[in-house]
């Protein structure tokens, strides 16, 4: 979980900068911050089982296995992208490690999500299928249609909200009534927990005894994971020039940081030294760099091939 949380933040870090330097184009919301609930949520899953996102999946993605070079070349919309080139940060594909799809429409990945656990009980295989969406997905009319067909169906679904508090630039108070999204299972028949989102073993342990039930055939569960975007909605900018959110409130999650949470936690049980954790974050720092450098050398698609792949034979 170290190791998945780490790429995901430095290969971020790489892309909020070359983000700033006009190096691509088209919109990138950063996970900066919500590490531990990919890396949690993933390590609980097996190779074959799948994995549905929205606009802010690039977590989600490398946490699930993806490539990192593949995820690059993408955001920088090259032929040698994960989708080609043809759908950048919001639609990321990688069927080969279970990623069937990011989709910028709110709630996009539930429809699609719920119907492949659907299919995997169908054909009979023990899939489990676990849906990511934000706390802004709540609103959606999608999520009680998903949550009442897994519910009814009995689907190996793990449907997690990862409520960093704001949609967009709207904060959950203007509009919510009830600020307790986990509430929004109960009617529905299922359970729903709220975890600290920025506590990868907590998050690791939650969702192992989903994905548990999940393949016993107990059906789904929704999984609210508190935790917070360091950056702003979009872009690599902060979002404190709005008058949204304050420093202080973005210091107090900065304080939580998820990786150094659950690096101290190791240090403090020895199971990772100081040279150790060198070694690792030299090894990640080297891939970022490596995908980069190859997502900038990469082509882009030709003109002709546009209307390549709009419909599979
Ligand atoms: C169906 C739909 N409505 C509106 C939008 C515009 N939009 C893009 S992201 C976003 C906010 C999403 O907030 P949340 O689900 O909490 O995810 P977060 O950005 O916080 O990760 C909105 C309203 C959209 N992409 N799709
Ligand atoms: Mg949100």
Partial sequence: ?????????????????????????????????????????????????????????????????????????????????????????????????????????????????VGTALASVLLGRDHVTAIFFGDGAIE????????????????????????????????????????????????????????????????????ASAVERARAGEGPTMLECMTYRWRGHVGPSYDLEYDIRTREELDSWIARDPIERLAGRMAETGVMTEAERARIDTQVQDDVDDSMSFARKSPFPEVKDLLKYVYKD
């Fill in 1 to 113: 979980m170290y190791v998945a949380m780490q790429r995901i933040r430095r290969f971020e870090e790489a892309i909020a900068e070359s983000s700033s330097a006009r190096e691509f184009k088209g919109p990138t919301h950063l996970y900066i911050g919500q590490e531990a609930v990919a890396a949690g949520v993933c390590t609980a899953l097996e190779k074959g089982d799948y994995v549905f996102g929205g606009h802010r999946s690039h977590g989600h993605y490398l946490a699930k296995g993806g490539s990192m070079r593949g995820l690059a070349a993408e955001i920088f919309v090259r032929e040698t992208g994960c989708s080609k080139g043809r759908g950048g940060s919001m639609h990321l594909t990688a069927p080969e490690i279970g990623l069937l799809g990011t989709s910028a429409l709110v709630g996009g990945g539930m429809g699609p999500g």
């Fill in 140 to 207: 959606e009319g999608i999520f009680s249609e998903s949550l009442n067909f897994a519910s009814l169906k009995k689907l190996p679904v793990i449907f997690i909200c990862e409520n960093n508090l704001y949609a967009s630039h709207l904060p959950l108070g203007v509009r919510q009534p009830q600020p307790e999204l986990f509430k929004h299972a109960e009617p529905y028949g299922l359970p729903g927990l709220r975890i600290d989102g920025n506590d990868a073993v907590e998050v690791y342990r939650t969702a």
